[in-house]
C-alpha cells in the first residue's frame, strides 16, 4: 500500500509523462489532493494559473487517480469527476 506522499509523487510522474507534448506546463495542484476508498485523487492545472494567472486556468483537464494498492495511474473520467463534484470534493 502507498503512502499518500508517494502516492503524490506516482501522480506527479504520471503528469509529467503525460503532459510532456502538451505545450502548457502543468502542475498537480498539492492543495487539492485527496484521498478516497484506497484511491488518491490528484486535480492539476496550468503553472500560470497555479501561480495566480486566472486567465491561464485549464479547461477539462480530468483529475489523476492513483490507486493505493497497486500503484496504478490515470486520467479519471467524467462520471467519476460528477461524482466526486456532487461529495463537494472538486
Not at 503525460?18 to 476508498?37: D, H, I, M
Not at 494498492?69 to 486520467?75: P, R
Request: some cysteine; glycine content about 8%; hydrophobic content about 45%.
Amino acid at each position: 500500500m502507498l503512502t499518500k506522499r508517494e502516492a503524490l509523487e506516482r501522480a506527479k510522474d504520471f503528469l509529467a509523462a503525460e503532459s510532456s507534448s502538451w505545450g502548457t506546463p502543468v502542475a498537480v495542484q498539492e492543495e487539492k489532493v485527496f484521498l478516497r476508498e484506497g484511491r488518491l485523487i490528484a486535480p492539476f492545472n496550468s503553472i500560470a494559473y497555479i501561480g495566480g494567472q486566472k486567465r491561464k486556468e485549464l479547461a477539462g483537464n480530468m483529475p489523476i487517480e492513483v490507486n493505493l494498492a497497486s500503484g496504478k495511474c490515470h486520467f479519471i473520467d467524467l462520471d467519476e469527476v460528477f461524482e466526486y463534484m456532487d461529495l463537494g470534493l472538486l
